[in-house]
């Protein structure tokens, strides 16, 4: 069992920042690949970003590309969003989530989830 924890979220003008973190407990880190997934009211929980979990692959969705970054830091079990140039259509609830093995961009992949944090973004 992988529990996982996200924080960051919060209110931002639109060309602003946000970083988000996702702290994980439980099994062994390190051998998780990582993903952050998002929800706006209405639509499909939909694929931002993952990271492999010796971060050597990386993933973005074309709508996040240049924008924002993924990472980790094994050593302190965290995985972070940094959140730069934020449009009013980034509103949503961010998620994290675990997977064994490869990376993917697919949600079905994701054993664990954290409970979400939310990113409103303001004109």
């Known amino acids: 069992q992988v529990q996982l924890a996200e924080s960051g979220g919060g209110l931002a003008q639109a060309g602003g920042s946000l970083r988000l973190s996702c702290a994980a407990s439980?099994?062994?880190?390190?051998?998780?690949?990582m993903g952050w997934f998002r929800q706006a009211p209405g639509k499909e929980r939909e694929f931002v970003a993952a990271?492999?979990?010796?971060?050597?692959?990386?993933y973005y969705a074309d709508s996040v590309k240049g924008r924002f970054t993924i990472s980790r830091d094994n050593a302190k079990n965290t995985v972070f969003l940094q959140m730069n140039s934020l449009k009013p259509e980034d509103t949503a609830v961010y998620y994290c989530?675990?997977?064994?093995?490869?990376?993917?961009?697919?949600?079905?992949?994701?054993?664990?989830w954290g409970q979400g944090t939310q990113v409103t973004v303001s004109l």
């Open positions: 989530a675990a997977k064994y093995g490869s990376t993917s961009l697919a949600r079905s992949e994701y054993d664990y």
């Open positions: 439980g099994r062994t880190f390190s051998v998780y690949a």
């Open positions: 990271i492999s979990w010796r971060g050597t692959t990386i």
